[in-house]
């Protein structure tokens, strides 16, 4: 009779700790900027339901998706002729008001745009500039950074093999005869320093594979604990779920079936649908101990 309440305890623990409240903002395409009349499509990757496109343009602040700006298709919100008025900063909030990373884009009726990565590049990693023109051309591009010239490419593209801090900054590009891009912010996110010591490459490299560590894809680098304790409370409903079906089973091992049904408990569902397996879990324990 102990174990039961024992359980309530448990449960209500995780309904009440295993909130995950993290998105992150992707574009396809994945580019700050874009010509005037294409498509873009939005969506928040997130741990759980209930997040909402929002944005601030020079015109308008804080709107949603779907209310004059935009559709939302399945969980994507998809503005299908982009137009200059487009152009500002977007995000994904949810229900309580948590955010995620902003990006910001801009929509040009020139034609030359420098793609560059919407989200902050880890520092060391590579990156590629590609200016691109809305017609073909095979005109080599001017590249700039913080309005100074880097360098002339004849392919259009400019790479930065080992990406440092000091890369950081608003990078535009010129094509002879097409214009000149709008400038878009070139963000470097410093690699994780541990109070450790400083981390190897070797070690980096073997923990490549754990499922444990987030890749660095997104978010400041002090968001990086943050997120694997995300991770780790995401996955803690898997884990009580294991030990009170452990549990139950070793209890129950003369009846007939084992309760199956607490395996689905799945950490991505809204608040509330969770809450409402919970309480069947407790019913269920709750009646098979009456007998
Ligand atoms: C959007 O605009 C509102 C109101 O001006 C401001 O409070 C908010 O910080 C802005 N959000 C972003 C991400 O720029
Ligand atoms: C940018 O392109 C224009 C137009 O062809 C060209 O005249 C100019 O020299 C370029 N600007 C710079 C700073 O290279
Ligand atoms: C986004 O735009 C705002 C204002 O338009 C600017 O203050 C901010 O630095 C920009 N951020 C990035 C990452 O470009």
Redesign the pocket.
């Known amino acids: 009779m102990e174990s039961p309440s024992l359980l309530r305890l448990l449960l209500l623990t995780v309904s009440l700790c295993c909130r995950p409240n993290k998105a992150s903002l992707t574009l396809r395409p994945s580019t700050a900027q874009l010509f005037y009349g294409e498509s873009l499509h939005l969506s928040c990757e997130e741990d759980s339901a209930g997040w909402t496109v929002k944005r601030n343009t020079t015109k308008t602040t804080m709107t949603e998706c779907g209310d004059t700006w935009g559709k939302l298709r399945a969980s994507t919100c998809v503005i299908s002729l982009t137009l200059l008025k487009d152009s500002g900063v977007y995000w994904c909030e949810s229900r309580e008001g948590a955010t995620s990373n902003t990006v910001n884009i801009t929509i040009t009726g020139g034609d030359v745009i420098l793609q560059s990565p919407v989200l902050p590049v880890m520092e060391g990693a590579a990156v590629t500039l590609n200016c691109t023109t809305r017609t073909p051309s095979n005109l080599p591009a001017?590249f700039?950074k913080d309005g100074s010239?880097i360098r002339t490419e004849s392919t259009r593209q400019m790479t930065i093999h080992h990406v440092s801090k000091s890369d950081e900054g608003l990078y535009h590009c010129?094509?002879?005869?097409?214009?000149?891009s709008p400038p878009s912010r070139l963000a470097v996110a410093a690699l994780p320093t541990a109070k450790a010591p400083p981390i190897t490459k070797a070690p980096l490299a073997t923990k490549a594979p754990s499922a444990a560590t987030p890749p660095p894809t997104d978010s400041a680098p002090l968001l990086s604990p943050v997120r694997l304790l995300c991770h780790l409370v995401v996955f803690c409903p898997y884990f009580v779920s294991t030990l009170l079906l452990v549990s139950l089973w070793r209890q129950r091992s003369a009846g007939p079936e084992p309760p199956v049904s607490m395996a689905t408990v799945e950490p991505n569902q809204a608040d509330e649908g969770l809450d409402d397996k919970y309480d069947d879990v407790i019913a269920n324990v709750t009646t098979e101990h009456d007998f």
């Open positions: 001017d700039y010239f010129n094509i002879s005869g097409k214009g000149q």
